[in-house]
Protein backbone atom coordinates (compact mmCIF):
# COMPACT_ATOMS: atom_id res chain seq x y z
CA UNK A 1 0.00 0.00 0.00
CA UNK A 2 1.11 3.05 -1.08
CA UNK A 3 2.14 5.79 1.83
CA UNK A 4 2.02 9.28 1.74
CA UNK A 5 2.48 11.63 5.08
CA UNK A 6 1.74 15.13 5.15
CA UNK A 7 2.75 18.03 8.09
CA UNK A 8 1.37 19.78 9.62
CA UNK A 9 -2.07 18.58 8.93
CA UNK A 10 -3.50 21.97 10.23
CA UNK A 11 -1.65 25.21 9.88
CA UNK A 12 -3.06 28.56 10.80
CA UNK A 13 -0.67 31.58 9.86
CA UNK A 14 -1.41 35.19 9.56
CA UNK A 15 -0.99 37.33 6.48
CA UNK A 16 2.64 37.60 5.52
CA UNK A 17 3.66 34.70 7.34
CA UNK A 18 5.97 32.16 6.27
CA UNK A 19 4.65 28.25 5.76
CA UNK A 20 6.45 25.20 4.74
CA UNK A 21 4.08 21.95 3.91
CA UNK A 22 6.14 18.99 4.37
CA UNK A 23 5.58 15.72 2.11
CA UNK A 24 7.44 12.33 2.76
CA UNK A 25 6.56 9.05 0.46
CA UNK A 26 7.80 5.47 1.14
CA UNK A 27 6.99 4.28 -2.23
CA UNK A 28 10.17 5.14 -4.23
CA UNK A 29 8.18 7.07 -6.23
CA UNK A 30 9.68 9.22 -9.07
CA UNK A 31 6.78 11.90 -9.23
CA UNK A 32 5.80 14.03 -6.70
CA UNK A 33 3.07 16.92 -6.76
CA UNK A 34 1.49 19.31 -4.83
CA UNK A 35 -2.26 20.10 -5.78
CA UNK A 36 -4.70 22.54 -3.53
CA UNK A 37 -8.64 21.94 -3.14
CA UNK A 38 -11.03 24.79 -3.30
CA UNK A 39 -14.60 24.55 -3.41
CA UNK A 40 -15.69 25.49 -7.09
CA UNK A 41 -12.42 24.66 -8.14
CA UNK A 42 -11.62 20.88 -7.72
CA UNK A 43 -7.86 20.09 -7.42
CA UNK A 44 -5.24 22.48 -9.05
CA UNK A 45 -1.73 21.73 -9.59
CA UNK A 46 0.46 23.62 -8.05
CA UNK A 47 4.07 22.33 -8.57
CA UNK A 48 5.18 19.06 -9.13
CA UNK A 49 8.73 16.94 -9.60
CA UNK A 50 9.93 14.02 -11.53
CA UNK A 51 13.24 13.51 -9.15
CA UNK A 52 15.56 15.01 -6.38
CA UNK A 53 16.65 18.46 -7.21
CA UNK A 54 13.93 18.72 -10.15
CA UNK A 55 10.94 21.27 -10.23
CA UNK A 56 8.14 21.73 -13.00
CA UNK A 57 5.86 24.31 -12.49
CA UNK A 58 1.75 23.49 -12.53
CA UNK A 59 -1.28 25.77 -13.25
CA UNK A 60 -1.36 27.95 -10.39
CA UNK A 61 2.24 28.34 -8.95
CA UNK A 62 2.14 32.16 -8.08
CA UNK A 63 3.01 32.79 -4.42
CA UNK A 64 4.57 29.00 -3.89
CA UNK A 65 8.26 27.58 -4.22
CA UNK A 66 8.79 24.45 -3.87
CA UNK A 67 11.49 21.80 -3.63
CA UNK A 68 12.33 17.95 -4.02
CA UNK A 69 15.59 17.32 -1.52
CA UNK A 70 15.46 13.98 -2.33
CA UNK A 71 13.32 10.91 -3.95
CA UNK A 72 10.91 10.82 -0.60
CA UNK A 73 10.93 14.47 0.68
CA UNK A 74 8.49 17.82 -1.36
CA UNK A 75 8.53 20.51 0.26
CA UNK A 76 5.57 23.28 -0.12
CA UNK A 77 6.95 27.18 0.91
CA UNK A 78 4.80 30.04 0.79
CA UNK A 79 7.04 33.03 2.22
CA UNK A 80 4.43 35.93 2.21
CA UNK A 81 0.95 34.04 2.98
CA UNK A 82 -2.10 35.76 1.99
CA UNK A 83 -5.77 34.80 2.81
CA UNK A 84 -5.96 33.86 -1.32
CA UNK A 85 -3.90 30.87 -0.26
CA UNK A 86 -6.42 28.81 2.40
CA UNK A 87 -7.04 25.77 1.16
CA UNK A 88 -6.65 21.78 1.82
CA UNK A 89 -3.23 21.30 0.13
CA UNK A 90 -2.40 17.83 -1.15
CA UNK A 91 0.38 15.88 -1.61
CA UNK A 92 0.30 13.12 -3.93
CA UNK A 93 3.02 10.70 -5.37
CA UNK A 94 3.10 8.21 -8.66
CA UNK A 95 5.24 6.37 -10.79
CA UNK A 96 5.63 5.57 -14.29
CA UNK A 97 8.20 3.21 -14.34
CA UNK A 98 8.13 -0.28 -15.07
CA UNK A 99 4.96 -0.39 -16.92
CA UNK A 100 3.67 1.40 -14.04
CA UNK A 101 0.38 3.44 -14.87
CA UNK A 102 1.11 6.71 -12.87
CA UNK A 103 -1.80 6.43 -10.71
CA UNK A 104 -1.50 9.20 -7.79
CA UNK A 105 -1.65 8.82 -4.25
CA UNK A 106 -2.21 10.98 -2.09
CA UNK A 107 -1.76 12.27 1.59
CA UNK A 108 -4.00 12.99 4.19
CA UNK A 109 -4.03 16.55 3.54
CA UNK A 110 -2.84 19.57 4.99
CA UNK A 111 -5.59 22.37 6.00
CA UNK A 112 -4.06 25.98 5.48
CA UNK A 113 -5.80 29.25 7.31
CA UNK A 114 -4.42 32.64 6.31
CA UNK A 115 -5.73 34.97 8.74
CA UNK B 1 -8.02 27.96 -18.29
CA UNK B 2 -9.93 25.38 -17.50
CA UNK B 3 -8.72 22.28 -19.43
CA UNK B 4 -10.95 19.70 -18.40
CA UNK B 5 -14.35 20.52 -17.05
CA UNK B 6 -17.06 18.68 -15.61
CA UNK B 7 -20.96 18.64 -15.36
CA UNK B 8 -23.03 18.96 -13.44
CA UNK B 9 -21.34 20.24 -10.48
CA UNK B 10 -24.02 18.79 -8.60
CA UNK B 11 -26.28 15.25 -8.42
CA UNK B 12 -28.57 13.13 -6.91
CA UNK B 13 -30.30 10.00 -7.92
CA UNK B 14 -32.17 7.38 -5.89
CA UNK B 15 -31.02 4.36 -4.87
CA UNK B 16 -30.55 1.88 -8.05
CA UNK B 17 -30.65 4.17 -10.44
CA UNK B 18 -27.75 4.97 -13.21
CA UNK B 19 -25.59 7.85 -12.42
CA UNK B 20 -24.16 9.50 -15.40
CA UNK B 21 -21.41 12.42 -15.04
CA UNK B 22 -19.66 14.48 -17.62
CA UNK B 23 -16.59 15.43 -18.40
CA UNK B 24 -14.43 17.33 -21.60
CA UNK B 25 -11.82 18.12 -22.38
CA UNK B 26 -9.75 21.01 -25.16
CA UNK B 27 -6.33 19.55 -25.06
CA UNK B 28 -5.68 17.04 -28.51
CA UNK B 29 -3.01 15.94 -26.83
CA UNK B 30 -4.53 14.30 -23.84
CA UNK B 31 -4.62 10.36 -23.98
CA UNK B 32 -4.92 9.08 -20.53
CA UNK B 33 -8.39 10.11 -18.55
CA UNK B 34 -8.46 8.63 -15.07
CA UNK B 35 -11.61 9.05 -12.82
CA UNK B 36 -11.00 9.17 -8.98
CA UNK B 37 -13.51 9.57 -6.42
CA UNK B 38 -13.25 11.10 -2.46
CA UNK B 39 -15.21 10.50 -0.01
CA UNK B 40 -16.05 13.59 2.80
CA UNK B 41 -12.81 13.83 4.82
CA UNK B 42 -10.81 11.88 2.80
CA UNK B 43 -7.97 11.85 0.27
CA UNK B 44 -8.91 11.42 -3.46
CA UNK B 45 -8.46 7.80 -4.51
CA UNK B 46 -8.11 5.95 -8.36
CA UNK B 47 -11.56 4.78 -9.26
CA UNK B 48 -11.35 4.09 -12.73
CA UNK B 49 -9.82 4.99 -15.56
CA UNK B 50 -9.35 4.84 -20.41
CA UNK B 51 -6.93 5.81 -22.84
CA UNK B 52 -8.37 6.23 -26.02
CA UNK B 53 -7.49 3.31 -27.80
CA UNK B 54 -10.82 2.41 -26.56
CA UNK B 55 -14.16 3.95 -26.51
CA UNK B 56 -15.40 1.72 -23.37
CA UNK B 57 -14.12 0.39 -19.82
CA UNK B 58 -15.97 -0.98 -17.71
CA UNK B 59 -15.44 -2.20 -13.84
CA UNK B 60 -18.06 -3.57 -12.26
CA UNK B 61 -21.13 -1.03 -12.00
CA UNK B 62 -18.45 1.78 -13.53
CA UNK B 63 -18.45 2.37 -16.84
CA UNK B 64 -16.42 5.12 -18.53
CA UNK B 65 -17.63 5.92 -22.20
CA UNK B 66 -15.04 8.22 -24.62
CA UNK B 67 -15.64 10.30 -27.41
CA UNK B 68 -12.52 11.07 -29.31
CA UNK B 69 -14.25 13.61 -31.78
CA UNK B 70 -16.14 15.28 -29.69
CA UNK B 71 -13.79 15.39 -26.61
CA UNK B 72 -16.55 14.26 -24.24
CA UNK B 73 -16.14 11.26 -21.54
CA UNK B 74 -18.87 10.12 -19.40
CA UNK B 75 -18.82 8.42 -15.89
CA UNK B 76 -21.64 5.68 -15.91
CA UNK B 77 -22.99 4.46 -12.56
CA UNK B 78 -25.36 1.74 -12.28
CA UNK B 79 -27.59 0.11 -9.66
CA UNK B 80 -26.35 3.10 -7.86
CA UNK B 81 -25.55 2.78 -4.20
CA UNK B 82 -25.75 5.21 -1.45
CA UNK B 83 -22.02 3.97 -0.51
CA UNK B 84 -21.62 5.65 -3.68
CA UNK B 85 -22.10 9.32 -2.57
CA UNK B 86 -18.77 11.60 -2.63
CA UNK B 87 -17.03 13.39 -5.08
CA UNK B 88 -15.88 12.29 -8.77
CA UNK B 89 -13.28 14.06 -10.07
CA UNK B 90 -12.09 13.44 -14.41
CA UNK B 91 -8.33 14.31 -15.21
CA UNK B 92 -6.37 14.26 -18.00
CA UNK B 93 -2.82 13.72 -19.02
CA UNK B 94 -1.00 14.66 -21.83
CA UNK B 95 1.64 11.88 -24.02
CA UNK B 96 3.82 13.84 -24.08
CA UNK B 97 3.85 15.20 -20.31
CA UNK B 98 2.24 11.89 -18.89
CA UNK B 99 3.48 13.32 -15.06
CA UNK B 100 1.65 16.13 -15.56
CA UNK B 101 -2.34 15.17 -14.70
CA UNK B 102 -5.05 17.82 -14.44
CA UNK B 103 -8.26 17.36 -12.67
CA UNK B 104 -11.60 18.99 -13.13
CA UNK B 105 -13.63 21.32 -10.39
CA UNK B 106 -15.57 17.83 -9.49
CA UNK B 107 -19.26 16.64 -9.28
CA UNK B 108 -20.69 16.31 -6.29
CA UNK B 109 -22.70 13.18 -6.36
CA UNK B 110 -25.48 11.99 -3.55
CA UNK B 111 -27.30 8.72 -3.81
CA UNK B 112 -30.71 8.66 -1.82
CA UNK B 113 -32.06 5.00 -0.46
Known amino acids: EAAVTQSPRNKVTVTGGNVTLSCRQT?????MYWYRQDTGHGLRLIHY???????QIGDVPDGYKATRTTQEDFFLLLELASPSQTSLYFC??????????????FGEGSKLTVL | QQQVRQSPQSLTVWEGETAILNCSYE??????FPWYWQFPRESPALLIA?????NKKEDGRFTIFFNKREKKLSLHITDSQPGDSATYFC????????????FGQGTKLSIKP
Open chain 2, 50 to 54: IRPVS
Open chain 1, 49 to 55: SYGAGNL
Open chain 1, 27 to 31: NSHNY
Open chain 1, 92 to 105: ASSDFRGGNTGQLY
Open chain 2, 27 to 32: DSTFDY
Open chain 2, 91 to 102: AASANYNQGKLI
